[in-house]
C-alpha cells in the first residue's frame, strides 16, 4: 500500500529536492511541480550546516557534502555597539581538532548534488506544469492542472513562497508577522590566502556583520543594516566596501582583493500555519523565516524535514496512510512548538543587539564577558544551535 501512495511537493528549489531526495527512500510516488524549470535560479549563497544536520544528510547518502563544505572551528561574537575590536566578546570552540562546530556549503553545489541524484530515481516525476486548482477529495487532495490534466495525492507540500496565491484556498493564518526594518547584503569577498575556519558575527550599532568562512580564499558576508542607516548608501558600492574591510578587518583577510556580486533581502520574523491543513504541509520560508543573525534558517528547515521522516516512519510502522489528519496532527505536534520558541528565541538575541542606549550597551557587553568564562552556558548554547531547543 506504501508504494501506490503519491507526495507532491510545489516548488522545485533547494528544499523542495531535500524533501524529494530524502522521501524518495520510501519509495513513494514523489512529483516535483514547477512551472518553468528553465527559469528556476538558486541565489548563490553559503549555507551555515549545523554537525547535526550534516551527519544526518551524509547518512541519508549525501556523504559528498562534507568534503565539499569548508569546517568552522571557531565562533566569536563582537559586541561593536561603540566601534569595531577585533577582541572577541564570546568565543565558541570546537573540544578537539576532529570536531566541527558547523560547515559552510554553496547552495549551488548542494542543490546541483541533490538534483543529479533525484534524475536517477524512478519514483521522483519532474513535472513543468502550471497548477490550476487543488481541490479536496474523499481519500486525498485533487489538483487540476492548467493542461486539465488532474492528479490525486495522499499529501502535498509547499516548498516555496512563489505560489502562495494557491494557498488562499488554505486559510494561511501569520501567527508572527513582523518586519525588522533591515535590509540583508550579502556578497563575498576574495582576500589573500588565510588559515580560514573561524566564523565572526559583529554586532554594530547599525545591524549585525557576520563572516562565514567559505576557504582559505573566500569569506561570505551577511551584513543587516538599519532602514534608516547611512551604511546603505554605501553598501551596494563595492569600492566603499573594500576601503571599509581593509581599513577595519585587514588583520583578519591581509588584503581585499575583490567583491562579489551583491544581493539584498528583506528581513522579517514570520511564522505561518493553515488553517486548514487536511493532507497539505508547509516548509521552508513559506512556513517559517528568521533572522540570519544565527545562520540558523536552514538547519530549522532541514530538522522539519527529519521531524516528518519520523512520522513517516511511525505511519509505516503502524500502518497508517500518509497525509490523513493523524498524520498532520502528529507532525505539527512534532514540529510547531519547537520552531516556535527557536524563532522566538533568534528575535529575543536580535532585540538584545538592537538596543541603542550606551549604559545598556555597557551591560551587555560586560554580561557577555562573564558568559565567557562559563562553560556550561556556552556548552548549551552549542548544542542547541546543533540540534535545536528541544533535544
Not at 117 to 136: A, G, M, R, T, V
Request: glycine content about 4%.
Amino acid at each position: 500500500m506504501l508504494n501506490s501512495q503519491k507526495i507532491c511537493i510545489i516548488g522545485s528549489g533547494l528544499t523542495g529536492l531535500t524533501i524529494a531526495y530524502l522521501l524518495s527512500k520510501f519509495r513513494l510516488q514523489i512529483d516535483i511541480v514547477e512551472q518553468d524549470f528553465n527559469k528556476k535560479k538558486i541565489n548563490p549563497t553559503k549555507i551555515a550546516l549545523s554537525k547535526s544536520s550534516l551527519d544526518e544528510l551524509c547518512r541519508y547518502g549525501l556523504k559528498d557534502i562534507k568534503k565539499k563544505s569548508n569546517i568552522i572551528k571557531n565562533i566569536y561574537l563582537h559586541d561593536s555597539y561603540s566601534s569595531i575590536s577585533l577582541k572577541q566578546d564570546l568565543h565558541f570552540s570546537v573540544s578537539n581538532k576532529k570536531e566541527a562546530l558547523a560547515y559552510i556549503i554553496d547552495s549551488n553545489t548542494l542543490f546541483s548534488d541533490i538534483y543529479k541524484k533525484l534524475k536517477s530515481l524512478k519514483n521522483i516525476n519532474f513535472l513543468n506544469k502550471e497548477i490550476s486548482s487543488i481541490n479536496d477529495g474523499k481519500f486525498f487532495k485533487e489538483i487540476t492542472f492548467k493542461d486539465l490534466i488532474k492528479k490525486n495525492y495522499n499529501l502535498i507540500i509547499f516548498a516555496s513562497a512563489n505560489n502562495l496565491s494557491l494557498l488562499s484556498k488554505f486559510k494561511l493564518r501569520k501567527v508572527v508577522d513582523k518586519s525588522y526594518n533591515e535590509d540583508a547584503y550579502v556578497f563575498n569577498l576574495f582576500h589573500e590566502k588565510i588559515s580560514n575556519n573561524s566564523a565572526r558575527q559583529f554586532f554594530l550599532k547599525d545591524g549585525p556583520l557576520a563572516f562565514l568562512p567559505v576557504s582559505s580564499t573566500e569569506t561570505s558576508v551577511i551584513w543587516s543594516i538599519k532602514n534608516n542607516s547611512i551604511n546603505k548608501k554605501y553598501v551596494s558600492n563595492k569600492k566603499y566596501l573594500s576601503k571599509f574591510f581593509n581599513n577595519h578587518f585587514k588583520e583578519l583577510f591581509k588584503e581585499i582583493i575583490s567583491i562579489s556580486e551583491i544581493n539584498k533581502f528583506n528581513l522579517n520574523y514570520s511564522f505561518n500555519e493553515l488553517k486548514d491543513s487536511k493532507r497539505t504541509l508547509l516548509f521552508g520560508e513559506i512556513a517559517n523565516k528568521i533572522h540570519p543573525i544565527a545562520g540558523q534558517g536552514w538547519n530549522m528547515t532541514l530538522r522539519n524535514i527529519f521531524s516528518l521522516i519520523k512520522v513517516i516512519k511511525y505511519s509505516i510502522n503502524l500502518g497508517l496512510e500518509i497525509g490523513n489528519d493523524i498524520f498532520i496532527k502528529k507532525y505539527l505536534d512534532e514540529t510547531n512548538l519547537n520552531n516556535l520558541a527557536f524563532a522566538t528565541l533568534i528575535d529575543g538575541i536580535r532585540k538584545i543587539f538592537d538596543i541603542r542606549i550606551d549604559s545598556y550597551a555597557a551591560i551587555r557587553k560586560n554580561t557577555l564577558s562573564n558568559l565567557d568564562k562559563n562553560f556550561f552556558i556556552k556548552k548549551n548554547f552549542i548544542n542547541i544551535a546543533n540540534k535545536g531547543l528541544f533535544i
